[in-house]
């Protein structure tokens, strides 16, 4: 008999331990849109190392020093500043968790203001056996900074990001997955927000044969925001999945949270599932989630399910949308009508649905570099003969407010 899914996410078991977390069989509800034998390899106990490199940029004159604003360090598993934020909700996040021997951590001194991204470049060497990954990020009371994730080379990876923001910090954080093929790469990333804290945090897909993302963030202090927001472009035969948790545990606190996708061959698998919960003590509560995917070719599908749950009734509002179409047949004919080709058409109108999110993203250092591999994946991607047409894409949409 298949497992039977919680009633509410807030049931569902948190831990540490691999063995609480029973094989996955692909009948599971959070595993149900995944190719699990072409991850079954990351989902542990068995890594072997060395397959991706780690390496952070000076992000300061001194970095090690410790009288530096950022300080970078390498650690054991048993550092004490490992396993503050929540614990792995799945079982790739709790192996990833178990196969890790190293992590880094990246600490933002209190107060302290870092103007520049502080780049972390995860490298991977085309091995093929398992390798886990781990990067910690801690920032300060008040501090303010910007971490950018950039994963490149081929390899085959699960990856724990821990993201602790105190009292009154900013932090931005923006994951840039750019794998080779075949790569195969899970994420866990778990963020605890204290009073008063600020997180941006971005994810942008654009290469790999299998990414699985999964981000949980946890107010565990009134007066937090968090915005989420992520881009994927999904290719032939691709699978990218990404599954955010945003649980409302504290009062007055905010939330955003905004993915688009573009689905660019036929086999292409994009996956988005939202879930925001809002729980009694989170009085005054402002949250808001949507999905929007653009299908580019016959034989994609996309599939989005946002999910909310609220267990008072004294919030400021919550609500959230789902869309999944194809070109709209009237810009591209517009343009067409102004002497513009058909494959320069669909160029700009992939550019109009991703350029307010790339904005937002808030890397200007990183954004003439995206806008520049989202054009390169579609020029490799398809011939403009096969975009779809109306007739042969459906479009759902699914809103609510409260």
């Known amino acids: 008999m298949p497992p ?4 509410s996410r807030a049931d569902r078991p948190t831990s540490y331990d691999l063995a609480a977390f029973p094989p996955v069989t692909g009948a599971e509800e959070e595993w149900r849109f995944t190719p699990v034998e072409r991850l079954r390899a990351l989902l542990g106990p068995d890594f072997h190392g060395g397959s ?5 940029d000076d992000a300061g004159p001194h970095p090690s020093d410790p009288g530096s604003p950022v300080r970078v360090e390498r650690v054991g598993r048993d550092d004490p500043r490992l396993g503050q934020t929540p614990a792995p909700s799945d079982r790739a996040g709790a192996a990833a968790w178990a196969g890790f021997a190293e992590a880094t951590i990246i600490t933002v001194a209190p107060g302290a203001i870092v103007g520049g991204p502080i780049r972390v470049r995860c490298r991977g060497n085309g091995a093929s056996t398992p390798d886990a990954i781990h990067l910690a990020v801690v920032a300060g009371t008040n501090a303010q900074a910007t971490v950018v994730l950039e994963h490149s080379g081929c390899a085959n990876v699960a990856e724990t990001v821990e993201l602790q923001v105190a009292e009154g910090a900013n932090v931005r954080v923006l994951a840039i997955h750019e794998w080779d093929e075949p790569s195969v790469h899970t994420s866990s990333h778990r963020a605890r927000l204290a009073k008063d804290a600020t997180l941006a945090h971005g994810v942008v897909t654009l290469g790999g044969g299998v990414v699985r993302h999964t981000a949980d963030v946890v107010f565990a202090g009134p007066g937090g925001t968090a915005e989420l927001l992520g881009l994927n472009l999904t290719d032939t035969g691709h699978h990218h999945e990404a599954r955010l948790f945003v649980d409302h545990a504290a009062a007055q606190c905010t939330s955003r949270v905004t993915y688009k996708g573009a689905l660019l061959g036929a086999g292409g698998h994009s996956v988005w599932v939202g879930d925001v919960l809002i729980r009694k003590a989170a009085v005054g509560t402002d949250t808001y989630e949507e999905n929007r995917n653009l299908v580019l070719a016959r034989g994609a599908r996309a599939d989005s399910v946002p999910n909310l749950e609220i267990e008072t009734g004294e919030i400021r509002g919550a609500g959230h949308a789902s869309a999944t179409g194809r070109f709209d047949d009237e810009q591209v004919f517009y343009l067409r009508s102004r002497g513009i080709d058909l494959a320069t ?8 649905f991703f350029a307010e999110l790339i904005g937002r993203l808030g890397v ?15 020029d490799a991607s398809m011939t403009p003969a096969e975009i779809p047409s109306a ?3 459906d479009r759902s949409e699914e809103h609510a407010r409260l």
Request: net charge negative.
């Open 4 to 7: 039977v899914a919680t009633a």
């Open 52 to 56: 991706v490199s780690v390496e952070v």
């Open 345 to 352: 058409a669909r160029r700009l109108v992939v550019h109009a």
């Open 364 to 378: 200007a250092e990183m954004t003439d570099h995206l806008t520049a591999s989202v054009d390169r994946a579609l």
């Open 391 to 393: 007739a042969h894409t």
